[in-house]
């Protein structure tokens, strides 16, 4: 089971949800280049694209055959490109909070609209340099919003901030390519359709952002879905609610 990050967060998302998974499956997570503790090379085409090519990447090295695919936020095109790519390889799909294309009811956050906006990214970016307190009080402020839990959230968006800062520029430039991405994967909607393998919709119901009309878009794309709608959790469903998330987890694994 491979467990992706979106942004603006990276691998430690999955702590709480970790220990109900292992040990009874082999479990990976990593940072998509860019993030976390992983390299983070200046002028790196940062795309969506390329983080398909982390997710090769990470499989090849690990010589892995079959894979369940767990994509959060924007790690959703990757592990869908991916999976699309190679359905014989793929056990399932897991879509938590996610997002691939345009969809009926996708609203973007508030900070990622700021920084995707080609008028008012360049602004956002400077402000993002030369005011460091805005930069975390807004990270702050949309990330916390992501969490339901007062304890989880005072103990999460610090420890996600701290990494997000030698981020920027991944951040920045996944945001950059974020229109493209949605417009591109239409093109990649017939595929959806015909692809031979379950996808479990696991979504938080609270997400005014990556909604349930976008859970129900993806069961109506999809011909296998299993959709749940966990009604008290967040964007951060895995955080929310690790426990019922990796019980769906482990049922994909076992289809």
């Known amino acids: 089971m491979i467990l992706m990050h979106g942004f603006p967060d990276n691998l430690y998302l999955y702590d709480r949800l970790l220990p109900h998974l292992v040990p009874e499956r082999q479990v990976v997570t990593f940072d998509f280049l860019g993030w976390g503790a992983s390299d983070k090379p200046s002028g790196y085409a940062y795309t969506a694209a390329n983080q398909t090519g982390d997710l090769d990447a990470v499989i090849d090295q690990l010589r892995l055959e079959q ?3 767990v994509a959060h936020d924007a790690s959703g095109p990757p592990a869908i490109d991916w999976a699309l790519a ?15 294309a345009r969809a009926r009811g996708l609203r973007r956050p508030e900070a990622i609209f700021l920084f995707s906006t080609p008028v008012l990214r360049s602004l956002a970016r400077f402000i993002a340099r030369r005011i460091p307190a805005t930069d975390r009080w807004l990270f702050g402020w949309q990330v916390g919003g992501f969490v339901s839990d007062e304890e989880n959230r005072r103990q999460l968006v610090p420890a996600l901030y701290e ?21 591109s994967r239409r093109r990649m909607l017939a595929q959806a359709r015909a692809f031979p393998r379950p996808v479990w919709v696991v979504f938080g119901a609270r997400d005014r952002y990556l909604n349930p ?7 109506d794309l999809f011909p296998d879905v299993r959709l749940s709608l966990l009604p008290d959790a967040r964007h951060y469903v895995q955080v929310d609610e690790p426990e019922q998330v990796a019980t769906f987890i482990l049922r994909a694994a076992e289809a």
């Open 67 to 69: 894979v369940v695919l």
């Open 163 to 183: 990494q997000f800062v030698p981020a920027h520029e991944a951040f920045w430039r996944l945001n950059e390519d974020l229109n493209d991405t949605l417009n």
């Open 213 to 219: 009309r976008v859970a129900r878009w993806f069961r």
């Open 86 to 100: 190679h359905p014989e390889r793929v056990t399932a799909l897991v879509l938590l909070n996610t997002y691939y």
